[in-house]
């Protein structure tokens, strides 16, 4: 089902299918969703679609998004111990 939905809405938004890395795009929604909040997996996930459409997304932005995710209770527990 999902490969059949990604196939559906890559040709309705004119997207090349073989551009897509649906495994790691699924890697990078499941380590926001558990290092910071569920809903801050699809929206990370549009962030990186707009990025990568305006051609300014570094080549390992996934990389440091999951980075990101996985230090992101120790970045704001850091971040509010200044406060």
């Known amino acids: 089902m999902l490969a059949e939905w990604t196939a559906l809405v890559c040709e309705e938004l004119g997207v090349d299918p ?3 890395d ?3 795009l699924l890697d ?3 380590e926001v969703a558990h290092g ?3 809903p801050a997996a699809p929206l990370t996930a549009y962030l ?5 459409g305006a051609g300014t997304a570094p080549p390992d932005a996934v990389e440091r998004l999951v980075r990101m995710a996985g230090n992101w209770e120790r ?3 850091e971040t509010m ?3």
């Open 18 to 20: 073989e551009k897509i």
């Open 22 to 24: 649906r495994d790691m």
């Open 28 to 30: 990078l929604t499941k």
């Open 36 to 38: 910071v909040a569920r």
């Open 48 to 52: 990186l679609g707009l990025a990568q």
């Open 75 to 77: 970045a704001t527990t």
């Open 81 to 83: 111990g200044d406060a």
